[in-house]
């Protein structure tokens, strides 16, 4: 049996830790390494990757 995730926020990137809360966060100081860690993490994960603005990006497992 295969057991998969689905419909899920995974992570956050952010430059704020207290923007986020919930899941998992990544911070980054700017905005090409927020884009690098998520393009890594959505990868890993098999995930898109979504911007909400404000310094924020997170990971969703659809």
Not at 49 to 60: A, E, K, R
């Amino acid at each position: 049996m295969e057991v998969t995730i689905q419909k899920a926020v995974l992570a956050a990137i952010t430059d704020d830790p207290a923007k986020v809360s919930g899941v998992p966060v990544f911070v980054a100081q700017d905005d090409d390494s927020r884009q690098k860690k998520a393009l890594y993490l959505s990868r890993i994960l098999q995930a898109a990757v979504h911007d909400l603005g404000d310094g924020v990006l997170i990971v969703v497992k659809h």
